[in-house]
Structure formats: C-alpha cells, structure tokens
C-alpha cells in the first residue's frame, strides 16, 4: 500500500495568517492526490482534487502543489471557519489511503 | 441536491455482524463508483472498500478483507456493508462516499466529492 505522511501534525495560527501543510507519499502518485477538511463530529468536505484544482464552491484562499511524492495545501488569509483538520489522500491506486491528518486550532 | 444518508450502526459484540446501508439521491446512483470510510473515535480516516456501479470491481483494505463485504442495488440506490467477526478495531464512525472522477488535461482523476454524515458502530462485550 501507499503510505502517506503529513507535517506538521498540528499547528496554531490566527485569523489572517497564511499555513501551509506538507503530504508526501512513500511513492510517485504523480498529482493523484486530495486534500479534504473535516470539523469535529462532520464528514470531510473535499477541498482539492487531482492535486492543485479547487473544488467547485471552495474559496480561493486554498491553493495546492506537487507531484510525484511531494505536496502542499496552503490557506491564505485564515478565516475562523477554517479551524479544523486536513487530509491529503491519494487516488493513485484504488486502494486510497489517507495521511495522518494535520489539525489547525487557534 | 446529492444526498448520501447512512444507517445500521449500533453496538455489537466481538464476534458479531453488522449491515449497514447507505441511500443515495440527487444523482445517478449507478454511475458512480462508491466506498466506505471510516474513522475510530479521535482518529484519522481510514479508507476500507470501493465499488464499481456494475458491481463488478469490488476492493477492500487489508483490515478488513475476509470479513467485510460490499454490495450495492442500483434499483434502490443503496450502498451496502456487510461486517462480520467484528472486532473491538472496528469500532469507528464508518462514511459512505461517492467517488467522483474528473478529467484534467486529458487524465481521469479519482476524488470523494460527497460523504454521507456517518453512522457509529461500536464493538465491545
């Protein structure tokens, strides 16, 4: 299977701010990769697809990168709605696998 | 408006069987590929089975194969989950998800673009 990892695994900001987070697969996925946004006690809401296009009805202020094994969400312009935790996912196989997860908190 | 609404969960014991259901409206329920996804309390998501809309290309994750079984009726739009030989590591919220393929510059993309709001199974004595 495909492994994910993210980084960091949590991290603080303030509204306003611009994060980033970092995905990177244990091999090539070319740009078969997802990012996705879940709050507490909600299903995730899918942010990215095919690794850098925006999902219709998705703010602008989120943009992604990569290829290959390296990837990046990144949120410009923090607004309070986007406190919650990221998942990238890779659709380069049918056997999808997620990453651990990124929270963003105050 | 596409709507996926889960149902079956509950407790069961170690050992037990479990059937959940997921309705699907707003779209062609048989032109989609669809899944299962679930995530234990505090975790992150763990993708466990995908199906074709004809039923023909079933996969599952390791975790579960062997004791899971995924099935759908297109008449009904209706996603299945049969689980057996639960174990307390199944305990978990489990999604339903349709799977959504776009083309991007000529290549077909493959995305969860709407998920049901879960329903819990827990397995414990």
């Known amino acids: 299977d495909i492994q994910m990892t993210q980084s960091p695994s949590s991290l603080s900001a303030s509204v306003g701010d611009r994060v980033t987070i970092a995905c990177r697969a244990s091999?090539?996925?070319?740009?078969?990769l997802n990012w996705y946004q879940q709050k507490p006690g909600k299903a995730p809401k899918l942010l990215i697809y095919a690794a850098s296009s925006l999902q219709t009805g998705v703010p602008p202020r989120f943009s992604a990168s990569g290829s290959g094994t390296n990837f990046t969400l990144s949120i410009s312009g923090l607004q309070p709605e986007d406190f919650a935790t990221y998942y990238c996912q890779q659709s380069y196989v049918t056997r999808f696998t997620f990453g651990p997860g990124t929270k963003v908190d105050f | 408006e596409v709507q996926l609404v889960e149902s079956g969960g509950g407790p069961v014991k170690p050992g037990g069987s479990l059937r959940l259901s997921c309705v699907a409206s707003?779209?062609?329920?048989?032109?989609?590929?669809m899944n299962w996804v679930r995530q234990a309390p505090g975790k992150g998501l763990e993708w466990i089975s995908s199906i074709s809309g004809s039923s023909n290309h079933i996969f599952y994750a390791d975790s579960v194969e062997g004791r899971f079984a995924i099935s759908r009726d297109n008449a009904k739009s209706s996603l299945f989950l049969q689980m057996d030989s639960l174990r307390a590591e199944d305990t978990a919220v489990y999604f339903c998800?349709?799977?959504?393929?776009?083309?991007?510059?000529?290549?077909?993309?493959?995305?969860?673009?709407?998920w049901g709001q879960g329903t819990l199974v827990t397995v414990s004595s």
């Open positions: 091999q090539s996925i070319d740009s078969y």
């Open positions: 707003g779209f062609a329920f048989s032109s989609y590929k």
């Open positions: 998800a349709r799977d959504l393929d776009v083309e991007v510059a000529g290549t077909f993309y493959r995305s969860l673009d709407y």
